[in-house]
C-alpha cells in the first residue's frame, strides 16, 4: 500500500528555536497534503491544507508566520514551526492525498512529536 | 458546520467478545463518513468509508460499519477482537461541500483483556 512518512519521527528543541518536519509519499505522487496537529487524548485538527506549487491554506486560528508549510513538489511537504515555544508542543501528522482519491481516503504520516523546552 | 462525536473515550473489552463504537455526526446533507484506526507509531489507518448506498459496509480487519440516517451515526462494529485491535479509533466526517475538510470525533480508546 501507499506510504507515507515523516521525518524526524521526534524532535526536541529549545524554545525560540525553528524546527522543520519532512512529510513524503513514498510510492506516489501526492496533489494535496494536509497538516494536522493532535493534543495528548485529543483528536486530529486541520491546520492546513497544501496543493503542490501553491501557497497553503490555513483554517482559521492557525499562524501562518509560525507555522510555515511549503509544498514543492508532488512527494515531499514540509512544515516549519518557526520560533518554537512550549505551546507548540504537540503531536504534527501530515497525510496525502492523491488527485484519483476524495478527502478521507488520503494516506496518513506515522506522525511527529515535536517538544518544545 | 460538520462535527463529529464519539461518546466513548475509552472502552475495554475482552479478547473474543463483541466491540461496538459509538460515532454521531452533524451535517445537513449526506455526509462522507470514515473509521480509521491509530495504533502507536504508526499512521491512522482507513478502516472503511461510506459514501453512498448500502447502509451497512464491510472494512478491512473484520470491522464494519452501519449508516442510520435517523440516527445521524455510523457505528463501528467487530464481532470478535483481537488483542491486536488495541488502538485508538477515529469516526471522521467530510464532504465536497464543506470544502473537502475532514472534521475528527475526538477518539475512542479501546483496551482488550486478555
Known amino acids: 500500500g501507499a506510504v507515507v512518512s515523516q521525518h524526524p519521527s521526534w524532535v526536541i528543541c529549545k524554545s525560540g528555536t525553528s524546527v522543520k518536519i519532512e512529510c513524503r509519499s513514498l510510492?506516489?505522487?501526492?496533489?494535496?497534503m494536509f497538516w494536522y496537529r493532535q493534543f495528548p487524548k485529543q483528536s486530529l485538527m486541520l491546520m492546513a491544507t497544501?496543493?503542490?506549487?501553491?501557497?497553503?491554506?490555513?483554517e482559521q486560528g492557525v499562524e501562518k508566520d509560525k507555522f510555515l508549510i511549503n509544498h514543492a513538489s508532488l512527494t515531499l511537504s514540509t512544515l516549519t514551526v518557526t520560533s518554537a515555544h512550549p505551546e507548540d508542543s504537540s503531536f504534527y501528522i501530515c497525510?496525502?492525498?492523491?488527485?484519483?482519491?476524495?478527502?478521507?481516503?488520503?494516506?496518513f504520516g506515522p506522525g511527529t512529536r515535536l517538544t518544545v523546552l | 458546520a460538520q462535527s463529529v462525536t464519539q461518546p466513548d473515550i475509552h472502552i475495554t473489552v475482552s479478547e473474543g467478545a463483541s466491540l461496538e463504537l459509538r460515532c454521531n455526526y452533524s451535517?445537513?446533507?449526506?455526509?462522507?463518513l470514515f473509521w480509521y484506526v491509530q495504533s502507536p507509531g504508526q499512521g491512522l489507518q482507513l478502516l472503511l468509508k461510506?459514501?453512498?448506498?448500502?447502509?451497512l459496509v464491510q472494512g478491512i480487519k473484520g470491522f464494519e460499519a452501519e449508516f442510520k440516517r435517523s440516527q445521524s451515526s455510523f457505528n463501528l462494529r467487530k464481532p470478535s477482537v483481537h488483542w491486536s485491535d488495541a488502538a485508538e479509533y477515529f469516526c471522521?466526517?467530510?464532504?465536497?461541500?464543506?470544502?473537502?475538510?475532514?472534521?475528527f470525533g475526538g477518539g475512542t480508546r479501546v483496551l482488550v483483556k486478555p
Open positions: 510510492d506516489f505522487q501526492a496533489t494535496t
Open positions: 461510506y459514501f453512498s448506498g448500502d447502509t
Open positions: 471522521a466526517v467530510g464532504a465536497k461541500a464543506a470544502g473537502n475538510k475532514l472534521t
Open positions: 451535517y445537513g446533507a449526506t455526509p462522507y
Open positions: 497525510s496525502a492525498l492523491t488527485s484519483a482519491q476524495v478527502v478521507g481516503e488520503q494516506f
Open positions: 497544501s496543493n503542490e506549487g501553491s501557497k497553503a491554506t490555513y
